[in-house]
């Protein structure tokens, strides 16, 4: 997959088959477009496109009429890298990351058409759901694009409503169930296991006292969506010899996988005030500070509480610990690279 990120330097496509979206999750019910995109570009011996905007569009054009705290709590199942990963695997032949802004929000419709699908990409198919809302105060639609296939020769297919419900059911169930801890549902409706990525930093070490040490994570995007407060059973990757992961092409032999457990929340036994994210990585023991990681979320093992002791913490780590190892060993999600 060729992944273009200068609008005003894309190739030449040949017989283009596109579509047009945020994709956020990659998930299952975003596969029945991609699936179409893919079948109609065959077809045609052309080549399929999806577009794509970053910053997402709700980050842009929202910011006006909503608070600081609201735009904070806009939360996405991906970040750009993780999104292209996720299509990489999907074998699309071009990813067009187009730069949102405000202004670009502010073209009226038509010129959305002339100037950008088909001055851009000159397709020969567009495939868009019949509720799609494009240009200047949201006037485009899918009637407009049909009324101009004629005068700029290409073709509108339309996203069946049953596969856009599909979709837009699947992100909401994601979202809540993430929420809510139900990483199980939420990893069912994605196809692969949420995951997250972040730095490795110093914490208080009070996990190595209890005999289970543990990695705080600082998450890398602030705008990810991360599962709800409670013990999971997770596994890890990282770089055996290099502290990064933002090399897609180097994703290869270098990965070290663990397994582990870990707790989001804020530590009520210790009196802790502040959320933190902290995994412990079974039978593992070095110093990783400053390491990038990956987690990837698979089991929800239960609820963060309060203990009457450091010692009845101690021991129900020992329980997770062996619920988390017995949970793990039967997950079939294929891990991502």
């Known amino acids: 997959m060729l992944v273009h990120r200068d609008i005003n330097n894309l190739p030449s496509f040949h017989n283009s088959v596109i579509t047009i979206g945020t994709f956020d999750g990659v998930h299952t019910g975003h596969l029945q477009i991609i699936n179409q995109l893919k079948k109609e570009a065959r077809e045609i011996n052309g080549e399929s496109v999806i577009i794509t905007f970053h ?5 842009v054009v929202n910011t006006k009429s909503i608070s600081q705290d609201q735009y904070e709590e806009i939360k996405l199942l991906n970040t750009l890298q993780e999104k292209i990963e ?83 059911i699947s992100s909401t169930k994601i979202r809540h169930s993430l929420a809510d801890g139900d990483v199980e549902t939420a990893n069912e409706a994605l ?33 990810k969506l991360i599962p709800g407060d409670g013990v999971y059973a ?3 990757s990282m770089h055996k010899d290099e502290n990064t992961l933002n090399n897609i092409a180097h994703r290869t032999s270098k990965i070290v996988h663990h397994l582990g457990m ?76």
């Open 55 to 59: 910053p997402h569009p709700r980050m």
């Open 86 to 168: 996720l299509l990489e695997n999907n074998n699309i032949d071009h990813l067009v990351v187009v730069p949102f802004t405000f202004d670009f929000s502010e073209q009226p419709a038509e010129e959305y058409i002339r100037g950008f699908l088909v001055a851009k990409f000159q397709p020969h198919t567009i495939i868009i759901g019949y509720d799609h809302r494009f240009g200047k105060d949201r006037g485009g639609d899918y009637k407009l694009l049909e009324a101009y296939q004629a005068k700029y020769n290409f073709k509108v297919k339309e996203i069946p409503e049953h596969v856009l419900h599909h979709v837009k």
């Open 191 to 223: 196809g692969y296991p949420y995951f997250f990525e972040g730095k490795i930093i110093e914490g208080d070490k009070l996990g190595r006292q209890l005999g289970y040490p543990t990695a705080n994570i600082d998450v890398t995007d602030k705008s």
């Open 234 to 236: 997770v596994e890890v």
């Open 262 to 337: 870990m707790n989001i929340g804020f530590r009520p036994t210790v009196g802790g005030t502040k959320k933190v994210i902290e995994v412990n990585l079974f039978n593992f023991d070095k110093d990783i500070y400053n390491n990038l990681i990956r987690v990837y979320v698979k089991n929800h093992l239960r609820s963060e509480k309060k203990f009457n002791s450091l010692a009845e913490l101690k021991n129900q780590l020992a329980e997770d610990m062996i619920k988390a190892l017995e949970l793990l060993k039967n997950v079939n999600y294929k891990t991502l690279p």
